[in-house]
């Protein structure tokens, strides 16, 4: 009963869904003011789902056994995520080694599950955000995963979770220096891994894969319905999740309520930013952003960290 409890309702699916429908609320609510707009109401995101849940799911002509099932595979996986996560944050001692290897992992399948069942749509639209989702996660994935090496360098080599934790206790954020000078290496992670962030929870700028006004859509052209509702949901999963993962590799030597909340709102803050502060980029320039500086800025953070520095 306990485990059903941690993964269903706190600090799993329920939970998590909670925190991740207002943090999109407040993302929407931005952007309306920064547009002149009014805005959504705060329960705008949850009654979003509920109507969704309510409308029947059409499957297009042709379509594999692969399209219903990729949904349910991509909310699986943020949900197991955020269990980890938030049990890592209770009861750091009790995590699993190998644990961080797990959860990176886990953070690719929403994406993975994304072109799965685009491409099972048989849709030519949907078959060109496939393409771009594709292109996408091979460019942010080699400069996230190498800023994370640069934090489990910083952290003396623990591919744990709970200790990665306890050590930014014991000796600082891997943001800054045990003597309390910022920290190179981990400024640069950190920038790397804002932008990989950014990618991987299809916000503006990179978020050609559905381009509403391009390809109507893209990977979610054919979906409605529960299954709609399902990647819906995983996104806003994902608004949760990432910037809490994000908060345990850079700023995790506090974390109790009150500073967890202000380094979410934090980070929420910025990817609220960048979203309103840049157009779309195209793939080919999302690609040379991502292979080009990002890499080269993570690569840089790799090297200061053996450095110590």
Not at 38 to 47: D, E, I, L, M
Not at 199 to 206: D, I, R, T
Request: proline fraction near 6%; include cysteine; aromatic fraction near 12%.
């Amino acid at each position: 009963m306990k485990i059903l409890f941690h993964y269903l309702i706190f600090p799993g699916f329920l939970f998590a869904s909670c925190m991740g429908l207002i943090a999109g609320w407040v993302d929407r609510k931005v952007t309306a003011r920064v547009q002149w707009r009014k805005g959504p109401p705060w329960y705008q995101n949850f009654v979003d789902i509920i109507k969704l849940l309510g409308k029947e799911t059409i499957l297009p002509e042709g379509a594999k056994n692969t399209f219903l099932f990729a949904p349910f595979l991509g909310l699986l996986s943020v949900v197991l995520v955020a269990t980890i996560l938030g049990l890592s944050i209770r009861f750091p001692l009790e995590s699993f080694v190998g644990d961080l290897i797990v959860v990176l992992y886990l953070l690719t399948m929403p994406a993975i599950a994304l072109i799965v069942g685009a491409a099972s749509s048989r849709n030519p639209l949907a078959s060109i955000g496939v393409s771009r989702e594709m292109k996408l996660v091979l460019g942010y994935e080699l400069p996230f995963i190498l800023a994370v090496i640069a934090i489990i360098i910083k952290s003396k080599g623990v591919i744990q979770i709970g200790a990665i934790i306890n050590h930014q206790i014991n000796f600082g954020s891997n943001i800054f220096l045990p003597s309390g000078w910022v920290s190179p290496a981990g400024v640069l992670a950190f920038v790397v891994a804002i932008f990989c962030m950014q990618a991987k929870l299809g916000l503006v700028p990179f978020d050609m894969s559905e381009a509403e006004q391009e390809i109507m859509g893209g990977t979610l052209i054919e979906y409605s319905g529960l299954p709609l509702a399902m990647f819906k949901l995983t996104k806003a999963l994902l608004l949760y999740t990432l910037p809490l993962f994000m908060i345990i590799l850079f700023l995790g030597k506090d974390l109790s309520p009150a500073m967890l909340i202000g380094k979410y709102v934090l980070l929420l803050v910025i990817v609220v930013l960048i979203r309103n502060t840049n157009p779309r980029l195209r793939i080919d320039q999302a690609l040379r952003f991502f292979w080009g500086p990002m890499t080269f800025l993570a690569g840089a953070a790799v090297i200061l960290a053996i450095l110590g520095l």
